[in-house]
C-alpha cells in the first residue's frame, strides 16, 4: 500500500506534493537513523572513493578519482590505530603517459566525542608508489596528517569523510622528488561488535 503510494506520487503527482513527501521522508530518515554509535565495536574496516592530487615536484600530474580502504582498532578513549590503502590512475600532462598512484599509511586517530558526529585529527607516516607508464618508478615515503568526521548513521555504521596532506621524498632511478598528495575521501565504515 505504502510502496504503491510512493509510486503514485511520484510518477503522477504534483510538484509540491513531490517535495513535501521527500522532506517529510528526509525528516523521518534523520531522526530514526543518525544515532550515536553505542553499539560500535573497537575493530573497524572500510573503504571508499578518494580524489588525490599532486603538489610540487609532480605538479604536472592531474588529479584523479580513486579507491580507498581503511582499518583500524578503536580504544575506548577515542583514539584509534590505523591502516590505510589507496590507489588512483592519473595522466601526466607534461609526458602524456598513465600514471598509477599506490599508497598506504599507518598512524593514530584522534576522535572527539561520543555522537552521531564525531570529528578527527589524524597522524603518522605513508609509504608511496607512482608509476609512470613507459618512464619511470618513483618511491618514497613520508608524513601525514588529516582531518575530517564520522556520521554515524545507524549503530555500527558511519560515513566517513576526510581530507589528508601527505608530504614525502621520492626518489627513482635518476631523480630525487619532493612531493606533496592532497587527498579527498568519502567512505563507508563498518564497526564490529564487541
Not at 580524489?51 to 583514539?79: C, K, M, N, P, Q
Not at 581530507?163 to 635518476?174: A, T, V
Request: proline share 2%; hydrophobic share 40%; aromatic share 16%.
Amino acid at each position: 500500500m505504502w510502496f504503491d503510494f510512493i509510486l503514485e506520487v511520484f510518477f503522477n503527482g504534483n510538484k509540491v506534493m513531490r517535495k513535501s513527501l521527500v522532506s517529510k521522508l528526509l525528516g523521518l530518515f534523520l531522526i530514526f537513523s543518525l544515532t550515536p554509535p553505542s553499539q560500535a565495536g573497537n575493530w573497524y574496516v572500510g573503504g571508499g572513493l578518494q580524489g588525490v592530487s599532486f603538489e610540487d615536484d609532480l605538479e604536472v600530474i592531474d588529479s584523479a578519482v580513486g579507491t580507498t580502504f581503511s582499518g583500524g582498532y578503536h580504544s575506548d578513549g577515542l583514539i584509534s590505530a590505523e591502516l590505510l590503502a589507496g590507489s588512483s590512475y592519473h595522466e601526466d600532462a607534461f609526458l602524456d603517459e598513465d600514471v598509477e598512484h599506490y599508497s598506504v599509511l599507518g598512524g593514530a586517530k584522534f576522535s572527539f566525542g561520543n555522537d552521531t558526529f564525531q570529528p578527527f585529527f589524524s597522524a603518522g607516516i605513508s609509504l608511496n608508489l607512482v608509476d609512470i607508464d613507459h618512464f619511470d618508478e618513483i618511491t618514497g615515503a613520508g608524513f601525514y596528517w588529516g582531518v575530517g568526521g564520522d556520521i554515524f548513521v545507524a549503530d555500527r555504521h558511519a560515513i566517513n569523510i576526510g581530507y589528508r596532506s601527505n608530504k614525502w621524498d621520492g626518489e627513482s632511478d635518476d631523480y630525487d622528488f619532493d612531493v606533496r598528495t592532497e587527498t579527498l575521501t568519502i567512505a563507508y565504515t563498518y564497526h564490529f561488535l564487541n
